[in-house]
């Protein structure tokens, strides 16, 4: 439907993390009764933690 089309999204820290909390959420009532979930955790998109305020 949508092959080989690409999008750029500029979007503010906090409408950033309410449309990854509607796409967690989305995904939850999808795969809520399915036998085998494909779920990974609270970690959904979440692909580093930053160490910023780690001491070295």
Request: net charge negative.
């Amino acid at each position: 439907m949508h092959d080989g089309e690409r999008y750029e999204v500029h979007l503010c820290e906090a409408c950033f993390f309410r449309a990854l909390s509607g796409l967690r959420r989305e995904r939850m009532v999808n795969t809520m009764f399915d036998e085998n979930p494909d779920r990974t955790g609270d970690e959904f998109g979440l692909v580093q933690r930053s160490e910023f305020w780690k001491d070295n």
